[in-house]
């Protein structure tokens, strides 16, 4: 890699930091690493990339695991979340429920309407 390409990786992984979960076109994959596919230390090297990220934005947590998700046009990373993150909305429950129910769901973290959701099912 680089230094452009390097800085491009860079700026997609401090995305990732903000936004929980990011695609990254093949294309740009291989451009950047310059080949295609991609082998284990090119994985490897977005793991390190992604670690010194984290740590370089000065965040308190451990640096969480990145999941992959090998798509035809794009590779998805999502990272686990945080404490400080937003929690997740369950969208089928969103989809479904009434603009009364719909805010009392958005202030409750996923885990606990789901757990409330399982409750009521039992």
């Keep these: ?7 491009e990786l860079r700026d997609a ?15 740009a994959l291989h451009r950047w690493f310059g080949i295609a596919p991609l082998d284990q230390e090119h994985y490897s090297e977005i793991n390190r990339q992604w670690s010194q990220t984290w740590h370089q934005a000065g965040k308190n947590h ?8 090998h798509g035809v046009e794009k590779l ?6 945080t ?3 937003p929690p997740a909305i369950d969208l089928q ?5 009434t ?7 958005v202030s409750r973290p996923f885990s606990q309407s789901k757990r409330s ?6």
């Excluded at 451990?62 to 998700?69: D, G, H």
């Excluded at 603009?99 to 769901?105: A, I, N």
């Design 1 to 7: 890699m680089n230094e452009h390409t390097l800085n």
């Design 13 to 27: 992984l401090s995305a990732l930091r903000t936004d929980i979960a990011i695609a990254l076109p093949w294309e």
């Design 62 to 69: 451990p640096v969480p695991t990145v999941y992959l998700y």
């Design 76 to 81: 998805t990373l999502v990272r686990e979340t």
């Design 83 to 85: 404490p400080n993150d």
């Design 93 to 97: 429950v969103l989809a479904c429920a």
């Design 99 to 105: 603009l009364d129910k719909k805010e009392r769901l």
């Design 117 to 122: 959701k399982m409750q009521r099912e039992t």
